[in-house]
Structure formats: structure tokens, C-alpha cells
């Protein structure tokens, strides 16, 4: 199973990437595909059409477009992958995540929380394609 997240530019600056993606490793979790980019504003509405009509998607696209950020598919061999990944993130407010998660450990505010990770299956269908062909993710 695959599951798809972006390590978002408040890590990538802050030079923590390489300690978020050790503990997928850590947990057997393989790195499928991986690039880092700086997202267009057409990536970003697609990413987050799903909160197009909410108060902070403004702020949403301007802050995923601001910097650098790294996109990967991750793999292992569960059917639960999606739900771990999305338990060792941690709850999106980072005041809010418990310690020994992603955000509890590394993130700052809601916005500057370090990762996104696809919420579905339905979800890894269509953000994956926006950054990966179909063979960089067979």
C-alpha cells in the first residue's frame, strides 16, 4: 500500500527532513518515490481543492507555495499504512499532538506543522498524481 505526504517548508528549512523521514524507516516504512520542489499555485488549488470554500484556504495556498517542500510516496506492506503514517503525524495542531509524534516533536503553529499526509486511499488517488507520474510510483 502507498501512502503520500509533504514535508512542508517550515522543515525543510529548519533542516529537519532527513529526521522526519528516518522515522517512517525506522518503523519499516520504505520511501517509493521522493522529490523536492517548490509547489505552483495550480498544484496547491488541486491539492487542497477539497477546502477551496473554507476561511483559511487562502492562507493554505500561500503557505504551501512559500518555500520548498518535499513530496513522497511512502510503501509497506499493510492495509493500515495511511492510518500509521497519519498516527506517528500526530494531531495538525501541533499544540494539540501528544510528544513522541512528528508535529508533537517538530512543529511549531497549525500553519508551520511540518507535514501533510493523505487522510484516504481516495485522498493518496488524487494528490499523488499531482507530483508523480504513474511509473515513478510503480
Known amino acids: 500500500m502507498n501512502a503520500f505526504i509533504i514535508i512542508k517548508s517550515d522543515a525543510v528549512k529548519r533542516n529537519i527532513t532527513g529526521k522526519i523521514l528516518s522515522r517512517f524507516e525506522e518503523r519499516g516504512i520504505s520511501i517509493k518515490a521522493m522529490r523536492m520542489?517548490?509547489?505552483?499555485?495550480?498544484?496547491?488549488?488541486?491539492?487542497?481543492?477539497?477546502?477551496?470554500?473554507?476561511?483559511?484556504?487562502?492562507?493554505?495556498?500561500?503557505?504551501?507555495?512559500?518555500?520548498?517542500?518535499?513530496?513522497?510516496v511512502l510503501e509497506a506492506d499493510t492495509d493500515k499504512l495511511i492510518e500509521i503514517v497519519r498516527k506517528m503525524n500526530g494531531r495538525t495542531n501541533p499544540a494539540?499532538?501528544?510528544?513522541?509524534?512528528?508535529?508533537?516533536?517538530?512543529?511549531?503553529?497549525?500553519?508551520?506543522?511540518?507535514?501533510?499526509?493523505?487522510?484516504?486511499?481516495?485522498?493518496?488517488n488524487r494528490e499523488m498524481p499531482i507530483f508523480f507520474t504513474k511509473e515513478e510510483t510503480e
Do not use: Q, W
Open 37 to 72: 520542489i517548490k509547489i505552483s499555485k495550480e498544484e496547491a488549488e488541486k491539492l487542497y481543492s477539497i477546502h477551496k470554500e473554507k476561511p483559511f484556504y487562502p492562507s493554505l495556498i500561500n503557505y504551501i507555495t512559500s518555500g520548498k517542500v518535499v513530496v513522497c
Open 96 to 124: 494539540e499532538a501528544e510528544p513522541g509524534t512528528i508535529r508533537g516533536d517538530f512543529g511549531i503553529v497549525m500553519e508551520a506543522n511540518v507535514i501533510h499526509a493523505s487522510d484516504s486511499i481516495d485522498s493518496v
